[in-house]
């Protein structure tokens, strides 16, 4: 049997999590049957699934069965809709549009919204403490302690409360990539962790170097987002596009300008590969997966 | 060294209960800052801790060492710190006093309101998952998953949402009971069951009990605020009184008429007692938590 090309693996990892998605999460016919229609609504049919491919790539590295990433996949991609939905509420970012379609809050009602991300958090911790994910209990106990420490303050909503404080703000280059560290790059990271918890256990010094690869990647994430926005129009992004600058965010593009913008981004893909420069053939999919997340077009 | 009465004993268990989430929430001066604030002006310096009473009386039943129970009450407080303060946002309640001072959205804003409670529920997990607090890790997955349950769209989530959704609306008293079961019941049913799985195994059928008597408790602390808020005024309750009605929420009082309120609440408070019948000394503390929980004056 051949090994897929990446494209196709990574339609093959959407697909599958796509899948996972719509068996894990509630039926709409379940009580409160609106609560699940939104959160059907948010997490169903859509995004690149970025993290569920970082989880299936790192899983491939560590040879962990197939099962085990569906579950981790599937929990990294609830709590990244959670994010999103309460990211578009008119308190925080105000957001119509999403993945080309209606927010969750302009489709259903705010409160609902706000209930709907709230329900996906739990869910995703739900899903990690009932199926097995590791050999060792022990072991799915610190799977689930980092990825709770990457949603918390001093993870993912941590960097969206330094975000919103920077609206219109002028902060400096460490303070951005500060921010973004915990925004985007604390979930990524531990898709990337949790991926490689999956399967085998590796020596201290490889899960650094994997922990250095998802680092980079998960900033690589957001200067690509921003060289995006800065370029893009809003029927490529399905989101609304040039959002950031009309609302003074400070950007990659708006601190370092497009050009150089662009340069950081390959900087940090060469970091990320050469993170992974000692592993073999084993780390294809997490080269290929940051190759992608660079060179993307939306 | 004697026993302490019930009134020393819920008054201390709420100043270790202060004690731990002081230590154990972010400090003011980690970053960031405003919203570290937020997360400890809306969980400590007040409140029942019925919750977290509940995991100590239960914890008391299987002889459960102290610091287990420190970590999962303060879980447990955390999850319904982040549950008030989303509940009292202008999309939900829209609720400016709460605990007798001003709400977290009114306080910060709104979305250090949202951001808070969304990172006091990942915070609330990691602890659940960083500390001991069962001899297998398997159990304490076992807890984490429960605990998760509780928190989610068949739960705490799921009972707001039913709760938006009847505003204004007529409800039957099943339709009303299915909503507080999981609205306010389930962190309750999660409290006890979480305590008594930090000490040692109890049977099945044992489990069975403690779990009727939560749900029994768990329906009469509702009851018993609609008796309140229907009777109480702002001073004495720290909180809007008279809001349920004045929102024409359904409620038990509205519903039943106050004395069948009343009576039913004494019903479930013989009830929650009868379930634990068998237990002997060790389940003392629930039974004085069931009394004290009808019988509060606010």
Redesign the interface.
């Known amino acids: 049997m051949s090994t897929p090309d990446f494209t196709t693996w990574s339609r093959e990892t959407a697909t599958q999590v796509e899948t996972a998605l719509t068996e894990l999460l509630?039926a709409s016919r379940?009580?409160?049957a609106?609560?699940?229609d939104a959160?059907r609504y948010s997490t169903l049919g859509g995004g690149k699934r970025v993290r569920a491919m970082l989880v299936y790539g790192a899983g491939a590295l560590t040879e962990a069965p197939a099962e085990r990433l569906r579950i981790a996949a599937s929990a990294v991609e609830m709590i990244h809709a959670?994010s999103l939905i309460?990211d578009d509420?008119p308190?925080?970012d105000d957001d119509v549009l999403r993945r080309g379609k209606p927010t969750c809050h302009v489709e259903f009602?705010?409160?609902?919204a706000?209930?709907a991300?709230?329900?996906l958090?739990?869910?995703a911790?739900?899903l990690?403490?009932?199926y097995k994910l590791a050999d060792?209990?022990?072991v799915?106990?610190?799977m689930?302690?980092l990825?709770?420490?990457a949603?918390?303050?001093?993870?993912m909503?941590?960097g969206?409360?330094?975000d919103?404080?920077a609206v219109g703000k002028t902060i400096t280059l460490p303070e951005l990539e500060?921010m973004h560290i915990l925004k985007t790059g604390a979930l990524i990271r531990a898709s990337v962790l949790l991926g490689t918890h999956c399967g085998k256990s590796l020596p201290q010094p490889d899960l650094d170097r994997l922990d250095r690869y998802a680092k980079c990647v998960g900033l690589a994430f957001q200067v690509v987002d921003d060289i995006l926005d800065e370029e893009g129009d809003a029927a490529t992004l399905g989101k609304t596009a040039g959002k950031d600058k009309a609302q003074s965010k400070p950007t990659y593009t708006s601190l370092m300008g497009l050009a150089d913008a662009k340069r950081f981004s390959e900087e940090l893909l060469a970091d990320s590969l050469q993170a992974l420069s000692t592993f073999g053939p084993g780390a294809s999919r997490l080269r290929e997966i940051a190759d992608f997340i660079v060179h993307r077009q939306r």
């Open positions: 509630p379940i009580a409160p609106r609560l699940h959160i959670y309460h509420l308190c925080m009602d705010e409160a609902t706000l209930l991300g709230d329900a958090q739990s869910l911790f739900q990690m403490s009932e060792e209990p022990a799915q106990l610190k689930i302690q990825f709770a420490a949603g918390g303050s001093r993870g909503a941590g969206q409360a330094i919103l404080d500060f």
